[in-house]
């Protein structure tokens, strides 16, 4: 019985509807066998090349093709991926990346209609790139099967011949039987490389937050009472629930970090990440292999595939710290993922589509900023959606001694040291001192009495010290101090209490609360070293 015929499909190629082979030479139980070996090479594979090179292994001794692949089918992305390295001869042009469906008319045509299509004589279908391509190869006939798991495409599986086969008919109708086997084991496969993938993801993310969250940032512990805040913290509660952008203006270590984690857990988003980007610390070489992520084998070193700091607030918030020290030439690779929503891990040519809110925050004065070409005028503006100005605590002094009251309790608690007693001479002494670090530095002043003075009363002579800037350090000014002059004096304090140590427990970064790399950048910005503070030349 002959074959009941050949259609054409909406590309004008030939499709595969039914053939049965005029001469059949492989009875039942030879096809039974063929499938079973073809079955035992792939069952126990664990890696896409093992399940691809132990398939070609059985089908060279069945099929004498000249290429065979194996595509997959993305469909969120409309994208073909190789599942592995192709067999046989090359196609340079074709091979190594990924490819819209549409760049790809003979996959496209057996995913789309899920029937098998069958090309005798490529030349027929020249006007088509990828044929001539593989014509230019020397290619000249070529059949593709769809994979299908569940009535859906997962792929197609492809073979090319240089020359076409005298019993071409009868190795479609047997490929046909086989490429639901190979369907079976393809799915298998991509589903346990997904679960590989989400642990190596979920790993990922809880060093993340194993390593940069800080029970102290705590949103609940945030603690205001002047009624400038609680303003403020009325207008944050309204547009927390919404995904528009928000800037943080204000002085170091008036509660910037805070707002942005009180902004997170309120909002839809709070069940996913919050994901903290320190923009000084980003430097250019650093930049796409922290935000954006790599392949494995991208570069030297990447020996494991990385989720960037952008594909890990996926679903969530990405805080987005001192935005304005962000070099130049970064911030236009940043405005970009933020319009698009998209970007490619490096190594990789397929984009990833993300969806976060992005919240951002700065001591600098970005208009200022804008003026001088230090800031981009359109990243401004999609970050200014809403912006909030934390004023210093001097400016909301009503505040300090509730706060030293609620800080000392807490701190004491954390620290398992009884509370030291303040007195009214000590508690007005803080509520005078400008607080040039703000609620950071009373912070760790007070975490330093709690230490020190534990269970023991405090006194104006014990504080002092801890309080007090050298006179001849302090700039002298006619009127009110710079925030910049506010924040060198600050910078000299701690540098002098710590004795020019930067890192440990006990060096300026600790103290400060500040990642050692934020801190160096601020050193270098206001000129200061840290051995003119360590007692000895060259300091720790």
């Keep these: 019985m002959a074959h009941k015929g050949i259609s054409s499909s909406g590309d004008g190629a030939q499709e595969l509807l039914d053939i049965e082979p005029k001469k059949a030479t492989w009875d039942s139980e030879t096809r039974y066998k063929l499938l079973l070996d073809v079955n035992n090479s792939i069952v126990n594979q664990n890696t896409r090349e093992k399940l691809f ?31 592995a390295a192709a067999d046989g001869i090359s196609v340079k042009s074709m091979d190594g990346s990924s490819r819209s469906i549409d760049k790809g008319p003979v996959a496209r045509s057996v995913i789309t209609t899920l029937r098998p299509l069958l090309i005798p004589d490529m030349a027929e279908y020249r006007h088509w790139h990828t044929i001539r391509q593989m014509m230019a190869e020397g290619l000249t006939a070529t059949m593709a099967f769809p994979l299908i798991v569940r009535n859906a495409p997962v792929g197609s599986i492809n073979f090319s011949f240089r020359k076409k086969p005298d019993n071409l008919a009868e190795l479609a109708g047997f490929l046909t039987e086989l490429s639901g ?21 979920l790993e990922q993310q809880r060093d993340y937050l194993l390593r ?8 609940d512990n945030f603690y205001y009472s002047s009624p400038v805040m609680s303003e403020i913290m009325r207008q944050v509660d309204i547009v927390a629930d919404s995904d528009v952008s928000v800037l943080l203006t204000g002085e170091t270590g008036t509660g910037k970090d805070y707002i942005a984690r009180y902004i997170h857990h309120r909002s839809r988003r709070r069940n996913a990440m919050f994901v903290k ?67 490619e891990r490096v190594g990789e040519s397929q984009s990833l589509k993300v969806d976060f809110r992005v919240l951002a925050a700065t001591n600098s004065e970005l208009e200022q900023a804008i003026q001088t070409r230090h800031f981009r005028s359109d990243l401004y503006y999609r970050l200014n959606t809403v912006s909030f100005n934390i004023p210093p605590l001097r400016e909301r002094a009503e505040e300090i001694v509730p706060l030293v009251r609620r800080l000392v309790e807490a701190q004491s608690r954390a620290l398992h040291r009884a509370p030291p007693i303040l007195s009214a001479e000590v508690l007005a002494l803080l509520r005078r001192h400008p607080w040039p670090g703000n609620v950071r530095e009373l912070r760790n002043i007070l975490n330093r009495m709690i230490i020190i003075y534990s269970g023991r009363n405090v006194t104006r002579r014990n504080l002092e010290p801890l309080l007090n800037v050298k006179q001849h350090e302090v700039p002298s000014s006619t009127g009110p101090l710079t925030m910049a002059e506010v924040e060198r004096a600050h910078l000299i304090k701690v540098l002098t209490l710590t004795k020019g140590r930067l890192s440990g427990k006990q060096g300026a970064a600790a103290v400060l609360g500040m990642p050692k790399s934020t801190l160096q950048y601020r050193l270098r910005k206001h000129g200061l ?5 360590s007692g000895q030349r060259g300091g720790p």
Aim: a negative charge.
């Design 53 to 83: 090179w132990g398939l070609t292994r059985e089908l060279r001794r069945i099929v004498d093709y000249d290429r065979f692949s194996i595509s997959i089918y993305d469909p969120e992305n409309n994208v073909l991926n190789w599942f």
């Design 212 to 219: 940069d969250v800080d029970p102290q940032y705590d949103p």
């Design 529 to 533: 070293t840290l051995r003119d503070y």
């Design 277 to 343: 980007v320190n923009c000084p610390a980003l430097s250019p070489s650093l930049f796409e292999s922290e935000l954006f992520g790599h392949a494995k084998g991208a570069f030297t070193g990447a020996n494991a595939k990385r989720v960037g700091r952008f594909e890990m607030a996926n679903g969530g918030t990405l805080f987005l710290d001192e935005i304005g020290e962000l070099p130049m030439q970064l911030q236009a690779k940043l405005l970009h993922v933020l319009q698009d929503r998209r970007f």
């Design 181 to 201: 086997q190979v369907a079976l084991a393809v799915d298998n496969m991509l589903s346990h490389s997904r679960l590989v993938a989400l642990n190596a993801d």
